[in-house]
């Protein structure tokens, strides 16, 4: 049994998977299951920056791109799913009402902070809810995410050096 384990943990993490690995953890990270793709973006952004000692290389670079990717795919499902919603009489919980005040008000802008724990997934339900124009929706959700990643890529990069 351990054997298993440890074979199906070596696939995730090898050289050659690695950005699967982090594919896979910034989907679902992204979607309502639990799941963090920081650590996983952490862990192997420090072991590039330890060995190629610049944050611009191309496998750093690959490696913002697919957990951006991988990121924004999992939100734009919870925007479908959004989708599929009924209209609610009223809304009980603070995280919904903070996100649909939000959407209201700013629209697309506000999902700018769809990185954000707990409201980031809720934002991004709201935009599907509300019907918010998909291509303005993908591209903000997008950036949103990719300024997350760069930032932790930049704020990580003190402590490896």
């Known amino acids: 049994m351990i054997d298993y384990f440890t074979s199906l943990l070596s696939f995730f993490f090898s050289e050659e998977n690695q950005l699967i690995s982090m594919f896979l953890s910034a989907f679902l990270s992204a979607t309502v299951l639990p799941g963090n793709s920081e650590l996983i973006f952490t862990a192997l952004a420090s072991k590039n920056l330890l060995v190629e ?3 611009f290389s191309a496998s750093m670079m690959w490696l913002v791109l697919i957990a951006t990717l991988g990121n924004s795919l999992g939100s734009i499902i919870t925007y479908a799913m959004g989708l599929l919603i009924p209209k609610p009489v009223n809304l009980q919980h603070r995280s919904a009402r903070l996100a649909l005040s939000l959407c209201e008000k700013y629209g697309v802008f506000a999902l700018l902070l769809t990185s954000l724990p707990v409201i980031g997934d809720v934002l991004c339900g709201m935009a599907g809810w509300l019907r918010l124009n998909i291509w303005q929706t993908v591209f903000f ?6 300024v997350r990643y760069l930032l932790l890529l930049f704020m990580l990069y003190p402590f490896i050096f």
């Open 141 to 146: 959700i997008t950036l949103g995410k990719l």
């Open 53 to 55: 000692q610049t944050i």
